[in-house]
């Protein structure tokens, strides 16, 4: 059974910093992709970014390159996203996804939920103008 565990949800001011983390257990060693997704009250779920677990290659949505950085730790099965210079816009709800029973050769699908299977329960991140 896969569990992902988010943290680091946080409200900080327009300008700053935050870094969530995504604790993964019951995955493959690689080949397959982690994701965080981000979505709001009546909103559509929303890619953020992506990673390849064991490769290293990343994707970014638009609205973030530049700023957000989604790295890997493989001794501690987690995922992160660094997320920089925060604007209001950015407020919601993220969630990590990974889906390990899906492999891929070296780059992941497109950021939309429907690659992904498993999903955690979601960090609140807060960003105040």
């Known amino acids: 059974q896969v569990h992902l565990v988010e943290s680091g949800g946080d409200s900080v001011q327009a300008g700053g910093s935050l870094r969530l983390s995504c604790a993964a257990s019951g995955t493959a060693a690689g080949g397959y992709c982690m994701g965080w997704f981000r979505q709001g009250p009546g909103k559509e779920r929303e890619g953020v970014a992506a990673?390849?677990?064991?490769?290293?290659?990343?994707y970014y949505a638009d609205s973030v390159k530049g700023r957000f950085t989604i790295s890997q730790d493989n001794s501690k099965n987690t995922v992160y996203l660094q997320m920089n210079r925060l604007e209001p816009e950015d407020t919601t709800m993220y969630y990590c996804t990974a889906n390990p029973r899906k492999k891929y050769s070296g780059s992941c699908p497109p950021l939309l939920p429907k690659w992904y299977r498993y999903w955690g329960q979601g960090a609140q991140v807060t960003v105040s103008s």
């Open positions: 990673i390849y677990i064991g490769g290293g290659s990343t």
